[in-house]
Each structure stands twice: as structure tokens, then as C-alpha cells.
């Protein structure tokens, strides 16, 4: 695995490629996602489940079409929000950015958004001003780089134990990182037969 270097500059690199895109999807974070996987990375994670979109001009290029058919797919009432994966997303921001302004735009944050990401929260934080105004249109963030030595398959959304899976807002306002705690699902009301003595 490469370590981040400051000129790892989504500008310098990005040709705007995306991997694939998958509505309707039960793996990628919490609830129904529509998962969109952009090209390129420089991590080079041993045991990367997607190794193929390292390079930067693997899959197709980004269009106004795909952006529409997300934007459609994510309005539909079933779909909890939008998951970029790559690849890394934080070197395709312009990709990235591009979804997820239209998204907040044309559904604030009745959908969220969540990212995986080689960099750490810190990382991320401390670096260029594209990685920040993204890290600020996210929800969840998985940060850290793939770790083959440390991969522990029982772990929710993420592949090694070193990655941590975020609240971002939280994390933000709170100056550090603030792991997420998935959303607490109400239990059904009993009927008054159910809950009264005999």
C-alpha cells in the first residue's frame, strides 16, 4: 500500500471515469443504495476487491445521462441514499462533486451519502480544498487504507480493522473523529391485548 502524497491532486489525475454504477443495492452501506464507483486510485491496497479500477481511465467516462439516471434512481422512495466507492473517490472529486451538489440541491438531505476512502478523516481534513468541500457533502465516511494483515470479514461496511466507519457531521463540528452508530430502528407498537394482564 502507497502512503498519500500532497500532490495527489484529484485535478492533476481525475479523467472523470467511472467503474460502474449499480442502483438498487443492499451491500453498500446502510439500507438501499445506489452505489457509484469512480476511476482511479493510487493506494494499491494488497487484496483489493477492485483492483481493475486503479487506473484512472478504466470504465467510461462520467455523463450528464448517468448523473440524470442517479439522480432518478436515488429520488425513488425506497432508496436510503448514494455510496461512492471506487477507485477513490476523494481523487475523482470533480466526479463526485458534481453528484452529490445536484443531490443536495434537488433532495437536501432526504438521502445521505456515504464514501470509502483510503484517507483518513485527518487526512482528509487537513487537504486540499476539493477533499474538504466533499468530506462536507458526506453522511458516513469509511477512512483508511485497506489492510490485508488486519481484514476481519465480520466487520459491517468495511474490509480490515483499521478502517473506521465515521459520522461525519459529527466529526466535523466536534474537531475529530466521531464514529457512526447506525440508526436505531423503532419496535413495533404491541396492541393493548398483547401488553395487559390476564
Known amino acids: 500500500m502507497r502512503e498519500p502524497q500532497p500532490d495527489w491532486l484529484s485535478s492533476r489525475l481525475s479523467r472523470d471515469h467511472v467503474a460502474d454504477y449499480k442502483p438498487f443495492v443492499f451491500v453498500d452501506g446502510e439500507g438501499v443504495r445506489c452505489s457509484l464507483y ?50 477513490e473517490p476523494f481523487l475523482n472529486t470533480g466526479v463526485c462533486l458534481r453528484v452529490t451538489r445536484r443531490l443536495r440541491a434537488e433532495l437536501g438531505h432526504s438521502k445521505d451519502v456515504w464514501a470509502w476512502s483510503g484517507y483518513t478523516f485527518e487526512e482528509l481534513l487537513a487537504g486540499s480544498s476539493d477533499k474538504v468541500e466533499l468530506l462536507g457533502m458526506l453522511d458516513v465516511l469509511v477512512d483508511g487504507p485497506f489492510t490485508l494483515s488486519e481484514r476481519d470479514l465480520t466487520l459491517p461496511f468495511r474490509g480490515s480493522c483499521n478502517q473506521r466507519v465515521l459520522d461525519v457531521p459529527a466529526s466535523l463540528r466536534a474537531g475529530r473523529a466521531v464514529v457512526w452508530q447506525p440508526r436505531a430502528v423503532p419496535a413495533p407498537a404491541l396492541s393493548p391485548r398483547l401488553t395487559s394482564a390476564p
Open 38 to 87: 469512480v476511476s482511479g486510485c493510487l493506494f494499491a491496497c494488497e487484496g483489493c476487491f477492485n483492483e481493475a479500477a486503479w487506473s484512472f481511465r478504466y470504465g467510461r467516462p462520467y455523463s450528464h445521462d448517468l448523473e440524470d439516471q442517479i439522480l432518478t434512481d436515488l429520488a425513488h422512495e425506497s432508496v436510503q441514499g448514494l455510496s461512492l466507492l471506487g477507485g
